[in-house]
């Protein structure tokens, strides 16, 4: 690498759900320097943004908010075109904007190359797969490679959250002490309400079935 220095600064892809802000503690744990991107692409909810900055501001982190209003042009469907419905065809979910995550965690290199960060911290999950192949293990270590070549760096992705099951991803903020934190302040319900959300919405199925599962867990122990 010439001489070049390794640092310990990490860019978390962030966005303001239950996954990248318990990466970001995760990060804040293990690394220096954090800094924090997220990705603005006419998500149904402008508050998704909102929620990510007063995060980052709770931590004093430096966010990096980056247009990418252009992915509407690739896929005017239920995530971005607010009059259609969120259902699933054929095990994928129809706010599937093809190559998303690839586009995302390219962006995400190119600002760790400006920033300085060796490391990218990203909440995909393998176990909750939805049918995003870009969010697949071996697509992150394809990705992480290319990454290195494009630009002749060392990057290293991580992927806290890649194996974990909600209620470990639950068990993992608790670890880090944010369990209360992660779930105050985050949003991941589709009908954009904070915290424990509309309580039916998939995504609030899923984020609060692992909770009741891990709280029940952590009560007998
Ligand atoms: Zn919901």
Redesign the pocket.
């Given at each position: 690498m010439n001489g070049q220095l390794l640092n310990d600064k990490a860019l978390v892809v962030f966005s303001g759900g239950q996954d990248s802000t318990t990466c970001m503690f995760y990060a804040l744990k293990h690394f220096k320097e954090v800094e924090l991107v997220t990705f603005n692409y006419g998500q149904r909810h402008a508050l998704e943004i909102e929620v990510a900055e007063r995060i980052a501001q709770d931590q004093q982190l430096t966010h990096h908010v980056l247009d990418m209003s252009l992915l509407a042009q690739l896929a005017p469907n239920a995530l971005t075109d607010h009059t259609m419905a969120i259902t699933a065809e054929n095990d994928i979910p129809n706010t599937f904007v093809p190559a998303r995550n690839l586009l995302f965690m390219s962006f995400a290199g190119a600002l760790a190359y400006q920033i300085g960060a060796r490391h990218i911290i990203t909440g995909v999950c393998e176990t909750d797969f939805s049918g995003y192949p870009d969010c697949r293990d071996i697509f992150i270590k394809s990705l992480n490679v290319t990454l290195n070549l494009s630009m002749d760096k060392d990057f290293v992705i991580h992927t806290p959250l890649m194996w974990l099951d909600k209620t470990e991803t639950w068990a993992l903020a608790d670890s880090l002490g944010q369990l209360e934190y992660v779930r105050n302040n985050t949003l991941t319900?589709?009908?954009g309400?904070i915290a424990d959300?509309?309580?039916?919405?998939p995504?609030?199925l899923l984020r609060n079935n692992g909770l009741n599962a891990y709280m029940k867990e952590r009560e007998t122990k």
């Open positions: 319900c589709y009908e309400i959300g509309c309580g039916t919405c995504s609030c």
